[in-house]
């Protein structure tokens, strides 16, 4: 599922991964009145319950009932649901793909691993949702590295650092799973999402 830039703009906030997404360059809904519209306007509590959940929702690149379905695992699982769904949706494959710096969006990521480029553990995996735990290793395949998707990586890895959570080898382009992803190691504390308030929307 690609993401339109328009989504970015609608919701205030670069979610698409793209380095010149457009919502850098015009911080502003789309529109012929989107100069004039504020993201910060009031809005009814649901209105800003649901904007929540879409800004989260297209950030990991997820379909809604992909998404429905985290939360109510998070919501199970003892401990703040709110940091459930994220050990969730960090952990997903095409996500650590994307944090290790093998894919400069997770849309891009999640491609790779359905085309069967990536290897978790020695084991080819094609599935975006396959959840990496602990010491996991994560290698892309020989005979893909030479695809376009990779050809540039020694460039874009020259001076990328992987959160915490996950170590690179950057010679061999392989990656290990440290630990399980916790907030404070997570980058998307500076997107401004409001985890309690997606939580709350689906406790409806």
Not at 132 to 143: E, Y
Not at 173 to 202: C, D, H, Q, R, T
Request: aromatic content about 8%.
């Amino acid at each position: 599922m690609r993401i339109s830039c328009k989504i970015c703009r609608r919701l205030g906030i670069s979610i698409c991964g793209r380095e010149k997404c457009a919502f850098k360059r015009k911080p502003y809904a789309p529109g012929e009145h989107g100069r004039t519209r504020k993201f910060s306007r009031a809005s009814s509590e649901f209105g800003t319950q649901l904007k929540e959940k879409q800004k989260l929702k297209f950030l990991y690149n997820l379909r809604e009932r992909q998404f429905r379905n985290y939360i109510r695992e998070a919501e199970k699982r003892t401990g703040d649901s709110g940091e459930n769904l994220m050990r969730f949706l960090e952990a997903r494959l095409d996500n650590a793909i994307y944090r290790l710096g093998f894919a400069q969006t997770r849309t891009q990521a999640r491609q790779a691993v359905v085309h069967g480029h990536l290897m978790v553990n020695g084991r080819r995996v094609n599935i975006p949702s396959f959840r990496v735990k602990k010491n996991d290793k994560i290698t892309i395949k020989q005979q893909s590295l030479s695809k376009g998707i990779f050809r540039d990586l020694d460039i874009y890895l020259k001076k990328y650092a992987p959160p915490p959570w996950l170590s690179l080898d950057k010679e061999k382009k392989e990656g290990a799973v440290l630990s399980s992803p916790e907030m404070e190691n997570n980058l998307l504390l500076g997107s401004n999402i409001n985890l309690k308030a997606i939580i709350e929307f689906y406790s409806r």
